[in-house]
Nanobody
Framework: QVQLIESGGGLVQAGNSLRLSCAASGHTFSSYTMGWFRQAPGREREFVSAISWAGDNTRYADSVQGRFIISRDNAKNTVYLQMNSLKPEDTAVYYC????????????????????WGQGTLVTVSS
């Protein structure tokens, strides 16, 4: 399985931006569908965004559509999440995940025990 390490989290004021990165080990990164999930305190984990192995298809949760952009650089084994116009409700631990799912829809409901997951990076948005 691929190893994933997230970075780029931090404290930011509402309305500002952050870019998260997820670096993957291994030479098969380009074969994986990649996704971002988040979990706020006291809440269930939720899907944020996903990107196909080639980077030509993306999917977003309604709550972040138009504000967040997912991208990947297969040459650098890295997936990114550009987060703009941040809101306090975006505060959460953000996790990236890699899986061999065949569709982005399947990625949106990826079970925690399937695929590879990073340790998470905390994003805090102050009002």
């Amino acid at each position: 399985q691929v190893q994933l390490i997230e970075s780029g989290g931090g404290l930011v004021q509402a309305g500002n931006s952050l870019r998260l990165s997820c670096a993957a080990s291994g030479h098969t990164f380009s074969s994986y569908t990649m996704g971002w999930f988040r979990q706020a305190p006291g809440r269930e984990r939720e899907f944020v965004s996903a990107i196909s192995w080639a980077g030509d298809n993306t999917r977003y949760a309604d709550s972040v559509q138009g504000r967040f952009i997912i991208s990947r650089d297969n040459a650098k084994n890295t997936v990114y999440l550009q987060m703009n116009s941040l809101k306090p409700e975006d505060t959460a631990v953000y996790y990236c995940a890699a899986s061999y799912v065949s569709t982005l829809q399947a990625m949106t409901v990826l079970p925690r025990g399937r695929g590879s997951w990073g340790q998470g990076t905390l994003v805090t948005v102050s009002s």
